[in-house]
């Protein structure tokens, strides 16, 4: 053999080595980014009870198949607990393994052109398609594209078991990859058609799919977890999950990879159209030319590939961009073999010099729209922004590293950024609380038809068997739609935690959306406070000031917290809406004067969920008489002069004393989000 043919060998596979390179270096500034998504998040959380020892869905729960959250469990094992470094280097490692499986595809149907180009489009697509924060993060679904593109290659081969093995893989990794089984089995009933059906390879297909999947079963059924893996992985899916969405958002989600495609690479989707257009012709003629029937279990696995993984991705219904990671495999490959067919094409034309030009111009066009996504990739690979870091960060800084604690919200990130474990095996509330992302978020929909029967019994046994360090509530902002679920809406978590534990920082933390707390020192049970939510402590630093001894408030009810700093050379009052202050007065007050308002930070305009207005209230009460001697009602997003401090005075009845509160509501819509609100320089003026 020549050096020339040996280098014409081994050209393809370098290519392929310096497109996988490609992927590492364009994806390596990232890797150290803390989370890109939620399920990133899960995962990590999940992976480090499975580390503790414990089982998926019995100790650590989530819906999607067990795949995935043990692949997680054995790199943390392997790299260290928490490495998002390593889990993002393994979400690049699986996308060079899907452009390995699909150049070797490509070569095995067409020739190293059409693999080359499958693994080219792949590799842009995989990073330069997405949204960032789904293109990036270690999703369940590279799993399944990289399983579903070796069982593909090796059912073309032959290996019929190996490839239901990898298909049972990937419907592990996440249950719609169930369809992806129809690809191989389309291809054998196709084959049923021109002769007899050949049993030995459904069977050896349908065996090596279950030989996974039993192993599995017989492993939770070992640790008792059997009926926590169906109802979670199955059960939930079926009641819960799937029915917030209809067939029509079904059926209308399956246009989004289009979109997305028609946007950046329109070249790159003609031809993929193209493609799997004339395979279909080709499958569907009756009479079709000599040794052109060869190629027709190819085009039938590749069109049935196509169609399936389509399906699975839409099958949530939710449109959500990396569910169709799924679909990318079977796409790239159908527009390879389109592109790698183009120069052939224009030489059978009858003025080959003019259509070879042409081919060669749309060849280069579609290289351009792949160099221009790369570049815009990686300008838009920006960390997401998270406001649960601060808080993360206080929780590691005040805790020991084997101190575990509980997050009230659909926020895992804080197990992840704080390094401590989950006390419960619900790393995510929304089981306990209905919610059913993102669907039934509006603020009046009632959510307890989705709550899992006994998950909130559950949880409290498992907190008062092992009491956490810190609790975090995420209802006292927007985060992730939790502003609808305040610890009131499950008030035996609100008695354990009146009960155990202490308000932390809340003038730090509840600006930023999060109410924390703390375990008390001791242990000790507090006394119960009726009348106030708020202890007697924090009660204690919210006195109005008066010519004398300061006004201590009887009661304060505040479920997103209350407390009094020193800012801007003001006296505040922080009192996240809704809040009540209730104080006693003295004989002989005759007026209140101060400022009230609402945190610039609530209606910037990089807020997220901005405040939608508040409203302040001065009341006097006396026996039967009961006034309104302020009512205000504050939108600074929509109106200048609501904005900052705003001054008031209000005179109470001659002699009278009573009782004084002051009240700030979320507004007329009920909304609370980003309610940041305060009493300013209070001041109690009396006759003397």
Same mark, same amino acid.
């Given at each position: 053999?020549?050096?020339?043919?040996?280098?014409?060998?081994?050209?393809?596979?370098?290519?392929?080595?310096?497109?996988a390179?490609?992927?590492?270096?364009?994806?390596?500034?990232?890797?150290?980014?803390?989370?890109?998504?939620?399920?990133?998040?899960?995962?990590?959380?999940?992976?480090?009870? &499975?580390?503790d020892?414990g089982?998926?869905?019995?100790d650590?729960?989530?819906?999607?198949?067990?795949?995935?959250?043990?692949?997680?469990?054995?790199?943390?094992?392997?790299?260290?607990?928490?490495?998002?470094?390593?889990?993002?280097?393994?979400?690049?490692?699986?996308?060079?393994?899907?452009?390995?499986?699909?150049?070797?595809?490509?070569?095995?149907?067409?020739?190293p052109?059409t693999?080359?180009?499958?693994?080219?489009?792949?590799?842009?697509?995989?990073?330069?398609?997405?949204?960032p924060?789904?293109?990036?993060?270690?999703?369940?679904?590279?799993?399944?594209?990289?399983?579903?593109a070796?069982?593909?290659?090796?059912?073309?081969?032959?290996?019929?078991?190996?490839?239901?093995?990898?298909?049972? &893989?990937?419907?592990?990794?996440?249950?719609?990859?169930?369809?992806?089984?129809?690809?191989?089995?389309?291809?054998?009933?196709?084959?049923?058609?021109?002769?007899?059906?050949?049993?030995?390879?459904?069977?050896?297909? &349908?065996?090596?799919?279950?030989?996974?999947?039993?192993?599995?079963?017989?492993?939770?059924a070992?640790?008792?977890?059997?009926?926590?893996?169906r109802?979670?992985?199955?059960?939930?899916?079926?009641?819960?999950?799937?029915?917030?969405?209809?067939?029509?958002?079904?059926?209308?989600?399956a246009?989004?990879?289009?979109?997305?495609?028609?946007?950046?690479?329109?070249?790159?989707?003609?031809?993929?159209?193209?493609?799997?257009?004339?395979?279909?012709?080709r499958?569907?003629?009756?009479?079709?030319?000599?040794?052109?029937e060869?190629?027709?279990p190819?085009?039938?696995?590749?069109?049935a590939?196509?169609?399936?993984?389509?399906?699975?991705?839409?099958?949530?219904?939710?449109?959500?961009?990396?569910?169709?990671i799924?679909?990318?495999?079977?796409?790239?490959?159908?527009?390879?073999?389109?592109? @790698?067919?183009?120069?052939?094409?224009a030489?059978?034309?009858?003025n080959?010099?003019?259509?070879?030009?042409?081919?060669l111009?749309?060849?280069?066009?579609?290289?351009?729209?792949?160099? =221009?996504?790369?570049?815009?990739?990686?300008a838009?690979?920006?960390?997401p922004?998270d406001?649960s870091?601060r808080?993360?960060?206080?929780?590691?800084?005040?805790?020991?590293?084997?101190d575990?604690?509980?997050?009230?919200?659909?926020?895992? @990130?804080?197990?992840?950024f704080?390094?401590?474990?989950?006390?419960?095996?619900?790393?995510?509330?929304?089981?306990?609380?209905?919610?059913?992302?993102?669907?039934?978020?509006?603020p009046?929909?009632?959510?307890?038809?989705?709550?899992?029967?006994?998950?909130?019994?559950?949880?409290?046994?498992?907190l008062?068997?092992?009491?956490?360090?810190?609790?975090?509530?995420?209802?006292?902002?927007?985060?992730?739609?939790?502003?609808?679920?305040p610890?009131?809406?499950?008030p035996?978590?609100?008695?354990?935690v009146?009960?155990?534990?202490?308000?932390?920082e809340?003038?730090?933390?509840?600006?930023?959306?999060?109410?924390?707390?703390?375990?008390?020192?001791?242990?000790?049970?507090?006394?119960?406070?009726?009348?106030?939510w708020?202890?007697?402590e924090a009660l204690?630093?919210?006195?109005?000031?008066?010519?004398?001894?300061?006004?201590?408030?009887?009661?304060?009810?505040?479920?997103?917290? %209350?407390d009094?700093?020193?800012?801007?050379?003001?006296?505040?009052?922080?009192?996240?809406?809704?809040?009540?202050?209730?104080?006693?007065?003295?004989?002989?007050?005759t007026?209140? =004067?101060?400022?009230?308002?609402?945190?610039?930070?609530?209606?910037?305009?990089?807020n997220?969920?901005?405040?939608?207005?508040?409203e302040?209230i001065?009341?006097?009460?006396s026996?039967?008489?009961?006034?309104?001697?302020?009512?205000r009602?504050?939108?600074?997003?929509?109106?200048?002069?609501?904005?900052g401090?705003?001054?008031?005075r209000?005179?109470?009845?001659?002699?009278?004393g009573?009782e004084?509160?002051?009240?700030?509501?979320?507004?007329?819509a009920?909304? %609370?989000?980003?309610?940041?609100t305060?009493w300013?320089?209070?001041?109690?003026e009396?006759?003397?």
């Open positions: 053999m020549t050096g020339s043919s040996r280098f014409s060998r081994w050209l393809p596979w370098l290519t392929l080595a310096v497109l390179a490609g992927v590492f270096a364009l994806r390596w500034p990232t890797f150290g980014f803390r989370v890109w998504n939620v399920d990133e998040a899960i995962h990590a959380a999940v992976a480090r009870s &499975l580390l020892g089982v998926l869905y019995r650590a729960v989530d819906q999607r198949t067990p795949l995935s959250y043990y692949a997680v469990a054995a790199l943390f094992k392997i790299a260290g607990a928490n490495n998002v470094w390593a889990m993002h280097a393994l979400a690049a490692a699986l996308i060079a393994a899907t452009m390995s499986g699909l150049f070797l595809l490509g070569r095995r149907w067409r020739g052109g693999g080359l180009w499958a693994a080219l489009l792949f590799a842009v697509c995989s990073t330069a398609l997405f949204y924060g789904d293109a990036y993060a270690l999703n369940t679904e590279w799993f399944v594209a990289a399983f579903t070796w069982a593909a290659l090796a059912f073309a081969r032959g290996a019929d078991a190996t490839a239901g093995a990898l298909l049972g &893989l990937a419907f592990l990794s996440k249950q719609p990859a169930l369809l992806d089984l129809g690809a191989p089995l389309a291809v054998l009933a196709y084959g049923a058609l021109r002769g007899p059906l050949r049993w030995t390879r459904v069977a050896a297909l &349908l065996a090596g799919f279950a030989a996974p999947v039993a192993l599995t079963l017989l492993y939770f070992a640790h008792g977890a059997l009926a926590d893996l109802f979670y992985a199955w059960d939930y899916n079926l009641r819960y999950y799937g029915p917030e969405v209809g067939t029509a958002d079904r059926f209308l989600s246009g989004k990879p289009f979109q997305l495609l028609g946007v950046h690479y329109p070249l790159v989707l003609a031809a993929a159209v193209l493609a799997a257009g004339v395979a279909l012709f499958v569907v003629q009756r009479r079709p030319e000599p040794g052109e060869a190629d027709h190819a085009f039938v696995y590749l069109l590939w196509g169609a399936t993984s389509l399906a699975g991705a839409a099958a949530g219904g939710r449109g959500y961009e990396h569910y169709y799924q679909f990318l495999p079977a796409f790239c490959l159908a527009a390879a073999l389109g592109l @790698d067919a183009l120069p052939g094409w030489q059978a034309r009858r080959p010099m003019y259509w070879r030009s042409l081919a111009l749309v060849l280069a066009l579609v290289l351009v729209q792949l160099g =221009r996504g790369v570049v815009r990739s990686r838009e690979a920006q960390q922004a406001p870091v808080v993360a960060a206080y929780i590691r800084e005040h805790s020991r590293a084997d575990r604690i509980f997050v009230w919200g659909y926020h895992p @990130d804080i197990y992840l704080a390094d401590r474990r989950p006390a419960s095996r619900f790393v995510y509330a929304s089981f306990l609380s209905g919610l059913i992302p993102w669907t039934n978020i509006a009046d929909r009632d959510t307890r038809y989705a709550v899992v029967p006994g998950a909130r019994e559950t949880l409290l046994r498992e008062a068997a092992n009491p956490p360090a810190f609790i975090v509530d995420c209802s006292a902002g927007p985060n992730r739609f939790w502003q609808k679920y610890l009131e809406t499950f035996a978590l609100l008695d354990f009146r009960a155990r534990y202490q308000l932390a809340p003038g730090q933390f509840v600006p930023q959306g999060f109410r924390l707390f703390a375990l008390r020192p001791d242990g000790a049970p507090a006394a119960p406070a009726p009348a106030a708020l202890p007697p204690a630093k919210l006195a109005i000031r008066l010519v004398g001894p300061p006004v201590q408030p009887t009661r304060a009810v505040a479920p997103h917290g %209350a009094f700093i020193q800012t801007g050379g003001r006296a505040e009052y922080f009192a996240h809406a809704p809040s009540e202050l209730a104080y006693p007065l003295p004989a002989g007050t007026a209140l =004067r101060g400022g009230f308002g609402i945190r610039a930070a609530a209606y910037a305009a990089d997220p969920a901005p405040t939608d207005g508040a302040f001065v009341r006097w009460r026996g039967s008489d009961d006034r309104i001697l302020l009512r009602l504050l939108r600074p997003r929509d109106e200048a002069a609501d904005r401090v705003q001054a008031f209000v005179e109470f009845p001659a002699g009278a009573g004084l509160v002051l009240i700030i509501d979320p507004g007329p009920g909304n %609370a989000a980003s309610d940041w305060f300013t320089d209070l001041l109690l009396t006759a003397r």
